[in-house]
T-cell receptor, first 115, second 115 residues
Framework: EPEVTQTPSHQVTQMGQEVILRCVPI?????FYWYRQILGQKVEFLVS????????KSEIFDDQFSVERPDGSNFTLKIRSTKLEDSAMYFC?????????????FGDGTRLSIL | ELKVEQNPLFLSMQEGKNYTIYCNYS?????LYWYRQDPGKSLESLFV?????AVKQEGRLMASLDTKARLSTLHITAAVHDLSATYFC???????????????FGKGTHLIIQP
């Protein structure tokens, strides 16, 4: 069964540094998402992406965040100047369509640790 | 602002017993999802519920949706240890109605099933 793949599985970065989290969505999916989950807490929506542009974003997704689909397969989340509170598990997800009964499929996540 | 509330947040039960997890949400939505998360793992889709009165079953799990009451339930029948996990409900936010909708998650129900 096709899967959403994320790299790296764990990223350790110094505060203030830039990080790029990478995702390869399922190949025939058109909608892409980033979520984060701070340890022990609920999953929070960051941003959605469709047709090469941001579709929706939450209050968490401020100017330090950006997303990009640099080629036909990768979907990236960049955090420009990391803060301690950015430490979390970041999940990428993709879905086939908007008006469908298909769920969003999640990757295994990238654990981001900011020191 | 869409709010999704689950209860209970923590549930310890014995194998063979039945129990129900409840998910209430605050505004109209057209889709409700149930996900399972094992410790340190990603989110696995269990059910997508699209309409009022929808009921879906997979093995010992059954999910239902009452859109008028803004309530979904996840019922566990004759629980087995392998069902121990955290269960999240999530609601489609429909920010714009035309794009990729982020999901708003509940806090999750941490379920422990003891032999």
């Amino acid at each position: 069964e096709p899967e959403v793949t994320q790299t790296p599985s764990h990223q350790v970065t110094q505060m203030g540094q830039e990080v790029i989290l990478r995702c390869v969505p399922i190949s025939n999916h058109l909608y892409f998402y980033w979520y984060r989950q701070i340890l022990g807490q609920k999953v929070e929506f960051l941003v959605s992406f469709y047709n090469n542009e941001i579709s929706e974003k939450s209050e968490i997704f401020d100017d330090q965040f950006s997303v990009e689909r640099p080629d036909g397969s990768n979907f990236t989340l960049k955090i420009r100047s990391t803060k301690l509170e950015d430490s979390a598990m970041y999940f990428c997800a993709s879905s086939r369509g908007h008006h469908s009964n298909q769920p969003q499929h999640f990757g295994d996540g990238t654990r981001l640790s900011i020191l | 602002e869409l709010k999704v509330e689950q209860n209970p947040l923590f549930l310890s039960m014995q194998e063979g017993k039945n129990y129900t997890i409840y998910c209430n949400y605050s505004t109209t939505s057209d889709r409700l999802y149930w996900y399972r998360q094992d410790p340190g793992k990603s989110l696995e889709s269990l059910f997508v519920l699209l309409s009022n009165g929808a009921v879906k079953q997979e093995g010992r799990l059954m999910a239902s949706l009452d859109t008028k009451a803004r309530l979904s339930t996840l019922h566990i029948t004759a629980a087995v240890h392998d069902l121990s996990a955290t269960y999240f409900c999530a609601v489609s936010t429909m920010y714009s109605g035309g794009g990729a909708d982020g999901l708003t998650f509940g806090k999750g129900t941490h379920l422990i099933i003891q032999p």
